[in-house]
C-alpha cells in the first residue's frame, strides 16, 4: 500500500502539476526543463509504477501460494487423499514460472518491424515453457492430468486480458481513435467517451475472468474439490508475474529516457526511437494493470476461501467436506449478510474517493508552487534560470506520505470493525462484496485513463491536427482526469482487496477465540 497508493499519489501529482500549468497555461512542451515539476514527474514514474507495480505482483504472488498451501490441508486425507504433494504443488509451479520468465527473458530479441513484437514473443516463449512445465507437474507430481488443463487456463486468461486491455487503450485501435476524434468537440465529450468505454472493458474483463473460474470450478467435478481447480487456474495466471514486471519496469524507463533527451536536448535526434517505445510502454504498463487486476481478484478468491474454510475448522473443529457444510452460513435470507454485501461494496468507492482527493489536493499545491516559480524567479520562462525542482519533489513526498493514512486505515480497520462487530460470516460476505466491486471499479479507472492518455498521445502524433489545436486541448484535459484514474485509485484498489482478505484471516482465530 506505501509504494503503490503512496507512490501513485506522488507521481500524479507532479504529472498533473507540469501538464496544468506547463502545457496548459504556458505552453511549453512536456518534460520541457524550464518547467519546475519535470523532475518531480521523472521520479515519480519510479515511484508508482515501478515499485508501486512490482509490490503488487510480488504480494499476488505471496498471498497465492500461502492461500493454497492452506486450502490443501483439506485434500491430504479422506476422502480426497491427495498427500502432501496438494500441499508442495504451489511451490513447484512457482518454480516452473520462475525458470519460464529466464526463458522468456533471455529470449529477447531486437524485431526491427516491431518493439511490440519482441515483448510478445518474450511472453509465448515464457508461456510455452510454463506449458510444458505445468504437464511435467500434473502427470509426475500429482498424476492428475485435470490440474494441467486449470493452469493452462490460469496461463490462458492472462492472455485474453491482455488482448482485451490492449484493444481499449491500444493508440491506433478503435475505441482511442474514437475519443481523439471526440476532442475535437471539447473535453466534456472526450470525458463522457473515455468513461464509456472504460465502463464496457470492465464488464468484458469480469466475463472473462468468471468464465474462467466457472470452467475450472467444473473441470475438477464442482463442490469442494472445485474450488482446488480455481486455485489451480489462480496459479496458473500468475505465472508470467515475472515478465509482465518486466514489460510494466519498461514503460517508466522509456518514459524517463523521453523526459532527459528532452532536458539535455538531444530529443531530436532520438525523436522516432523515443516516440516508439513510449507507444510500446504505454501499452505494456496498461497490460500490467489488467494483469495486476485479475491477479488480485483470482489470489482473493483464493484467501477467501482459505477464510472460510479456516473459520468452519475452528468453529466446528473439523475441515469442511462439502460447499453444503459451509452455505447454511450464507444465508442470504439473513440480514446480517446483506449488510456485510452492502458495506463491502461501499468500502472500494470511499478508497477510491479518498485516493483521488488526495491527488487532487497535492496537485493543487503543485499547481500553486509551479506558478510561484514562473512567477517569482527571474527569466525562468525565457530559459535564463533555473527552477527549484527540489521544492516540487518536497511537495509531492510530503503530501504523498501524509495523504495515504487514511486511505490506508481504511483498508486495516473496516474488517476489523466488521468481525468484531458482527462476526466473521458476515465478514465473510463482506470481503466477497469488497472484491467484486472493486475488481470492476478498478479495470473501469486504470482502462479510462488508459484510453484517455492514449487518445492524447494518439494526437501528438500528428494525428487531427496535432498539437497546439483545440483537439490537443480537450485531450490533455482529458489524461490529466484520467491520470488518478488509472496509476492511484485504480491500481490501489488491488492492494486495498487483498489487505482485507489478509488482514480477515490473519485475525480469523481472534474473532473465534472471542465467539464473534
Known sequence: MFAQLGGGIFTKAADVGADLVGKLETKIPEDDPRNPAVIADLVGDNVGDCAGRGADLFESGSDNLIAVMILGLIFVGPPFNMGWAVVLFPLITRSIGNIATIAGIVSIRNWKKSNTLSLSITMLIA????????????????????????????????????????????????????????????????????????????????????????????????????????????????????????????????????????????????????????????????????????????????????????????????????????????????????????????????????????????????????????????????????PDYAKCVDVSTRNALKEMVLPTLLGLVTPIIMGFALGIWVLAAFLLSATVVGALLATFMFNTGGALDNSKKYIESRKLGGKETLAHSAAITGDVFGDPLKDTAGPSLHILIKLLNIVSITLLPLFIALKL
Open 127 to 386: 508461456g510455452a515453457v510454463s506449458v510444458l512445465g505445468f504437464y511435467a507437474v500434473s502427470t509426475l507430481l500429482m498424476k492428475d492430468i485435470r490440474f494441467f488443463y486449470c493452469l493452462s487456463l490460469g496461463l490462458f486468461s492472462a492472455l485474453m486480458i491482455y488482448l482485451v486491455v490492449q484493444y481499449f487503450t491500444g493508440m491506433n485501435n478503435p475505441p482511442v481513435k474514437t475519443i481523439a476524434d471526440s476532442a475535437k468537440r471539447g473535453a466534456a465529450i472526450t470525458l463522457m467517451m473515455g468513461v464509456s468505454y472504460g465502463m464496457i472493458s470492465a464488464a468484458i474483463s469480469i466475463i472473462l475472468l468468471s468464465a474462467v473460474i466457472t470452467v475450472s470450478y467444473f473441470i475438477f467435478g464442482g463442490e469442494l474439490l472445485g474450488l482446488y481447480g480455481i486455485i489451480a487456474a489462480a496459479l496458473g495466471l500468475t505465472e508470467m508475474k515475472g515478465v509482465i514486471m518486466s514489460s510494466d519496469t519498461f514503460g517508466p524507463i522509456v518514459d524517463n529516457a523521453g523526459g532527459i533527451a528532452k532536458m539535455s536536448e538531444v530529443e531530436k535526434d532520438a525523436e522516432k526511437s523515443l516516440d516508439e517505445l513510449d507507444a510500446v510502454g504505454n501499452v505494456t504498463k496498461a497490460v500490467t494493470k489488467g494483469f495486476s487486476m485479475a491477479a488480485a481478484v483470482m489470489t482473493s478468491f483464493a484467501l477467501l476461501f482459505a477464510f472460510v474454510s479456516e473459520a468452519f475448522r475452528l468453529q466446528t473443529g473439523v475441515l469442511p467436506m462439502s460447499i453444503g457444510q459451509v452455505a447454511p452460513y450464507f444465508d442470504l435470507a439473513n440480514p446480517l449478510i446483506i449488510v456485510g454485501v452492502l458495506i463491502g461494496a461501499a468500502i472500494p468507492f470511499v478508497f477510491s474517493a479518498m485516493a483521488i482527493l488526495a491527488v487532487g489536493k497535492t496537485s493543487g499545491q503543485m499547481v500553486d508552487e509551479v506558478r510561484r516559480q514562473f512567477e517569482e524567479i527571474p527569466g525562468l520562462l525565457e530559459g535564463k534560470a533555473k
